[in-house]
């Protein structure tokens, strides 16, 4: 399926289902933020921090909890606060996959929280496509799981995110936010 095909597809489901398969895309890449703490410092873990509030709001939309828009606002601003710093981390000390991987996550979070805040169906097609295809392209997660999710558009029996297990990386970044004891950010967890 082509990205313009994924977008007619998403603009014809339920918001709901739309919103959940880019806030899996997200979720599946944001600890890939993690490793930006390896050349960044340890504030890239806060850029974490921040891509993991983020997709907290994004999930309440989803599971059809309580969430005002101006949380979602501030969801989708929050991923790109974390995006500006990290930018200013490369101009500093300079660019890294590390930084790209980091700058594609915060991407995908900031369009996850956009698909739940969209004033329409097409809008919130754009938005799920552009964040779809940011998790995509760092190639840390299969295409498969894409598809599987597409798949269950409909049903929303979209199962683990992670159905062979998950990545070391992925539970790496997890377990270095963990470490850290930031504050819970936007209600959080």
């Known amino acids: 399926m082509t990205w313009n095909e994924l977008e007619a597809v998403f603009a014809g489901a339920d918001r709901r289902a739309v919103a959940e398969v880019a806030w ?4 599946r890449l944001a600890p890939v933020v993690a490793r930006a703490a390896d050349v960044y410092g340890p504030d890239a873990v806060e850029w974490l921090n921040a891509v993991a509030a983020s997709l907290a709001a994004t999930e309440r939309f989803v599971r059809g909890q309580p969430v005002s828009r101006f949380t979602l606002d501030l969801a989708a601003d929050i991923a790109r606060s974390a995006a500006t710093a990290g930018a200013n981390a490369a101009r500093m000390l300079g660019p890294s996959k590390a930084g790209e991987d980091a700058e594609l996550a915060f991407a995908a979070a900031a369009f996850a929280a956009d698909v739940c805040r969209a004033p ?21 997660i299969p295409r498969a799981l894409l598809d599987t999710d597409v798949a269950h558009l409909t049903d929303r029996g979209f199962g683990p995110l992670w159905p062979d297990g998950e990545p070391d990386w992925s539970a790496d970044g997890w377990r270095r936010l ?6 819970a950010l936007l209600g959080g967890g």
Do not use: M
């Open 24 to 27: 899996r895309a997200a979720k």
């Open 120 to 140: 329409n169906a097409p809008r919130a097609a754009v938005f799920a496509v552009q964040g779809v295809r940011a998790a995509d392209a760092a190639g840390l």
């Open 178 to 183: 963990e470490s850290a004891h930031l504050p």
